[in-house]
């Protein structure tokens, strides 16, 4: 019934790619009062998923909330993705999301409350497979459509994992393709000649949560998930807060094909592009890697896939056991170094 109504269409920005740029926010907190409370164990420091607060010596809370305009649409799909990506923060930190509340701004004069009621049970379904009731929320009224989710999980204090733990060995996985950005952007402007954004759905859908179980069985050091700052800018947060650096494999990283031929014809959204300019002070581009290929690795990702940085030793069997659920399209992307100064170094393929 709401199924002829297109989301995107009353959105300027769609999804993660709204965020506001990385580097903005970051300026801003040093001016805040400074976090003095012994049992926050992750604060705003170190730009990570999510917030930690420590409850006794074995009990840890994760908090963390994520809301933008509609990426796809279909109200249902958008609830869906909007809470696998709000859930995905709690996966992130190395915890279980015990239960949610909803975000809502709503424009009830041009869009039916139906539109609402698919929103929310979209994302009360996604929440339900995470084994997660949304007990409540809070709705205003706003010229866009905007829906998400404020998480609470739960973490043993010594289980976390942030984004200050790699190490020069480990092994950086990624368990979900690349140019989700791209291809919303190309939906959205009615560009998507090859109807990838089924595919984009169902990737966007996916929880990170068995992908969390398994890397939470191996020796992870650091782990994140990629969304709005793209692959490059969230690894570009666990090499400053873990003090190394990293060197990433264009040809490793996994990216949707239709992904490659979008990009190449001009399309990714701005916020991809702005994750491209900030990250030129961090990043090393081999020759050769062209800039569609550095724009798909900077694309700004919403309910991307998990990023760890494992021991070395235990990467294969990570990978193994990923892809045994499900994730065919997990795989090594790079690895975590020591050569100074901390920065990223991009190229062609696998090298020793
Ligand atoms: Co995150
Ligand atoms: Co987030």
Redesign the pocket.
Known sequence: MTDAIRLTQLAKRAGCAAKQPPGYLLSLLGSLPAITDPNVLVGNAMAD?AAVYKLSEDLALVL?T?FFTPIVDRPYDFGAIAAANALS?VYAMGGAPLTALSIVGFPDAVLPPEVLGDILRGAADKAAEAGVAIVGGHTIKSDEPIFGLAVVGKVSPDKVLSNNGARPGDVLILTKPLGLGIITTAAKNNEDKHGAIAEAIRVMTTLNRSAAEEIGRVETHALTDV?GFGLLGHLRNVVAASNVSARVFADAAPVLPAAREYVNAGIAPGGTHANHRFLADWVTYAAGVSKEEQLILCDAQTSGGLLAAVAAERADALLSALRTRGMSEAAAIGRIESTAPNRIYVERSWSV
Do not use: A, L, R, S
């Open positions: 998923d963390t994520d923060d969304t």
